[in-house]
């Protein structure tokens, strides 16, 4: 039995073997004998209509496919800039491939100059799509790319639509990170898979009510198996520390499997000086006056990893799972705060100082993941998607604050101690099932319904030193226990005739709060049903003449630490407080639009805010402290005009110009006067105007100039100082575009530090805020393997996380 066994065994490897000996593989030259790395090669069906498999060539132009059954095939091999190779391949007969040579195309190199065209401005019913596809801006990061879009403004490490901070979605994938994470993200990203940008300012149903303006990347396809990857890295230079950020990504497709992992460090050190200068007032008169000023460094390391896997199961049916995890370990999370304040009379005498030192040390973990199902229908453009989602935020910190009170000798009158240790658990669970129906060629349906539930506890322990024994401030520690439930369902209808454009959505969303203070034993309820109708019209007049209304409602939600009713104190009087009773704000959006040869566009707004929630300064008299406060004001109102253009100046220049002037209205409530209704506002103008220089024959040297300024605006009851902003960037691409380089410079003349006041009835407050603003910037970005793939990268899609 074991001779036979042994027998069989040896005839059956032979089998084996014999079943690998059908391989195809063979090297692709050029005219020169020179390999051709990364060239697209895909086997196709005899009849050429459907793919079997595809790969690309190794650096040394070697390519190899391993086939199973004998049978006829195609063989075709592509690059730019040669003429396509087509060969039909029967391994009936085993042939022995010999070297491809692939022929120069003339009129591809030529087409060359295409790949450097102008991107393009196209204007659609609910948004604005930048066609950046093969453009001048390909050899940029996503986040450059950004910076080039009409409407969008990338500065002080914010993205900003129309001064507004919009939703970061990819392939209608929304981005969830704060907005330093995002751009940290969007600078590692290659701008060679990007197809579209796309401009959303009053977003149609199908996007989630929370928050105001979208950002839609879309990314490029490509059929072809193979690996690419890239790595990045970034320096800047302020007036007192270095920055860093380094990364590596790959991404790896074969027929069936999409694989993509992202790893991000972010080493950093910062330095902030602010200045306070507090009247305080007694019997509505001057008592006293404190002058701080308060010196801030920080350091911190945030490590980021984005992992996401497709897995084809058939034509129909595709299923994935995508991860996003950012890490703030403790040993790289530190803050350093010194602040010295002078107290004068009301003879502007020195009557006092008390000086402050506080260390503080952080630590975060946010794990998101999130499992996706699309099922296609027979009908084309048919389908149903899923998605379970699942987040869980662990933040956890410790502070330790030392105060002595000097005279104006310096002598010691007291001193004082106090440590805080503060924790959040939030865990977030939400499903969701979207559907779209293509009625026919002019019309189109989709709906949707989701759920989501928030689950947060958040903890605060502070503790005080008498004479020298620790023990517990019970007046400021609770245990705070915040609970919510969202459900919404929406519809959307669209369809096009003749020279107009329609698209209008309903959606419902129906929210149940509970939050519960342990100590103060308070229970707060609240449930709200609220509908947020949208709707989109588009009338092009001609080909050079379009005209277009949008109406949409949005709400903004309370962030999670907001809501917490903690006074956090950062010395002895100062702390900030939150709100358990903080109500959504609802937004209502006008727009009325003229576009002009796809170059100018106006625009005419009306936006009207019902219960905003911001943060105030408040100085309490009495007790003379300074009181940070989450709280709802009245209501604001803008409205104003914009008005941009994107066209050529030369063939090498061409201008991007961004300007709007507006009105903007708050009505709050004096805190410190019975709540009292105030009014502030303010007429402000704000304009930006980049500038793009291309040099050389190949378009691989480019050159950036932009301009912002911003007039003084209002906010709440503050009002700010004007901004402004030059900055310059030169960009060297090499090897074929496989590695860029570039230096700059941001904020030139340093002046985007501001001064705010807010200075009404018994409340006079001035702060004066001075960061390191000014950085040289040097940057490189290497692209390997077969680099013009499309990514299958995504992010966690979900609304809930932005308020972490």
């Not at 961004?658 to 209704?677: K, T």
């Not at 004007?722 to 030169?730: F, T, V």
Request: aromatic share 14%; net charge negative.
């Amino acid at each position: 039995m074991f001779k036979v066994f042994l027998a069989l065994s040896i005839f059956l490897t032979s089998l084996n073997c014999f079943a690998q000996d059908l391989v195809l593989q063979g090297h692709v030259f050029d005219e020169k004998n020179t390999p051709v790395p990364f060239a697209n090669v895909v086997l196709l069906s005899v009849d050429g209509n459907d793919i079997i498999s595809g790969t690309t060539t190794n650096e040394e132009g070697a390519f190899i496919f391993e086939v199973l059954s004998k049978s006829k095939y195609i063989l075709k091999v592509t690059f730019l800039g040669f003429k396509p190779f087509s060969e039909e391949i029967d391994l009936n007969l085993t042939p022995k491939f010999q070297n491809i040579i692939l022929k120069e195309n003339i009129e591809a190199l030529e087409g060359v100059t295409v790949v450097a065209k102008k991107p393009t401005v196209r204007r659609m019913v609910d948004r604005l799509v930048f066609n950046v596809e093969n453009s001048t801006l390909s050899n940029n990061n996503v986040l450059d790319m950004l910076n080039h879009t009409p409407g969008v403004l990338v500065h002080d490490g914010l993205i900003t639509v129309k001064n507004s901070r919009p939703t970061i979605y990819i392939n209608d994938r929304k981005i969830h990170l704060s907005s330093e994470e995002v751009q940290q993200l969007l600078e590692g990203t290659s701008g060679g898979n990007i197809k579209s940008i796309e401009v959303i300012t009053n977003p149609p149903a199908k996007y989630e009510a929370e928050g105001g303006a979208v950002l839609n990347i879309i990314t490029s396809k490509n059929i072809v198996a193979g690996y690419n990857g890239s790595v990045f890295g970034n320096y800047k230079q302020g007036s007192e520390y270095p920055k860093y950020s380094l990364g590596t990504s790959h991404y790896f497709k074969t027929k069936k499997l999409n694989t993509y992992i992202n790893f991000s460090d972010n080493p950093k050190r910062e330095y902030e000086n602010y200045r306070e200068n507090v009247n305080f007032f007694e019997d509505n008169m001057p008592s006293s006056s404190w002058q701080t000023i308060i010196e801030r460094r920080k350091e911190k390391s945030n490590k980021n990893i984005n992992a996401n896997i497709d897995y084809i199961i058939n034509d129909r049916n595709t299923i994935g799972f995508s991860s996003n995890m950012l890490f703030s370990p403790r040993k790289k999370t530190k803050s350093f705060v010194n602040s010295v304040s002078e107290v004068y009379n009301i003879n502007q005498v020195l009557d006092s100082s008390f000086v402050t030192d506080n260390r503080l040390v952080n630590e975060s973990f946010n794990l998101a993941f999130t499992l996706d199902y699309v099922h296609k229908f027979k009908k084309e453009g048919e389908k149903v998607s899923f998605n379970l989602h699942h987040t869980n935020y662990d933040f956890s910190g410790f502070q330790n604050v030392d105060t002595d009170y000097l005279f104006p000798d310096q002598s010691l009158i007291r001193d004082n101690r106090f440590q805080t240790f503060s924790s959040q658990v939030i865990r977030i669970n939400t499903g969701q099932f979207d559907y779209e129906l293509p009625i026919n060629e002019s019309s189109f349906f989709e709906a949707g319904a989701k759920v989501s539930n928030i689950d947060s506890e958040s903890i605060l322990n502070q503790f005080v030193f008498i004479n020298g024994v620790k023990e517990v401030d019970f007046d400021n520690s609770d245990t705070f226990l915040y609970d919510e439930t969202n459900y919404a369902a929406y519809a959307s209808y669209s369809k096009e005739w003749n020279s107009w454009s329609l698209k209008s959505g309903l959606r419902f969303e129906y929210t149940n709060i509970k939050g519960k203070s342990i100590t103060a034993n308070e229970l707060n309820k609240t449930n709200y049903l609220k509908t947020f109708p949208s709707a989109h019209i588009l009338y092009e007049i001609n080909e050079s003449n379009k005209i277009y209304f949008n109406y949409n409602k949005r709400i903004y939600r309370p962030r999670y630490n907001d809501l917490n009713p903690f006074k956090y104190y950062y010395n002895d009087k100062t702390y900030t407080a939150g709100d358990p009773s903080l109500k959504p704000q609802i937004d209502d959006v006008f727009t009325l639009g003229y576009e002009l040869n796809e170059d100018y566009t106006f625009e005419l707004y009306y936006r009207n805010e019902n219960n905003p929630s911001l943060q105030i300064t408040v100085q309490d008299n009495e007790k003379g402290e300074l009181i940070y406060k989450n709280t709802n004001i009245s209501q604001s109102i803008s409205y104003g005009l914009d008005c941009s253009v994107y066209k050529d100046i030369l063939p090498n220049w061409y201008i991007y110009a961004d300007a709007s002037i507006f009105y903007y209205e708050n009505e709050f409530f004096n805190i410190e006067n019975n709540n009292e209704l105030l009014k502030i506002d303010k007429w402000s103008l704000y304009t930006q105007i980049n500038n793009y220089f291309n040099f050389l024959k190949d378009n691989s040297l480019t050159l950036d100039v932009s301009y912002f300024y911003v007039s003084p605006v209002v906010d709440g009851p503050g009002e700010s100082t004007y901004l402004s902003s030059l900055n310059i960037n030169l960009k060297k691409t090499f090897w074929d575009n496989r590695a860029s380089l570039n230096m700059g410079v941001q904020d030139i003349f340093n002046n985007l530090n501001f001064t705010e006041k807010i200075k009404y009835q018994n409340q006079d407050i001035t702060f004066k805020s001075e960061k390191e603003n000014r950085l040289f910037v040097i940057g490189f970005n290497y692209k390997f393997g077969n680099f013009k793939l499309k990514s299958n990268k995504k992010e966690i899609d979900l609304k809930e996380r932005d308020r972490l």
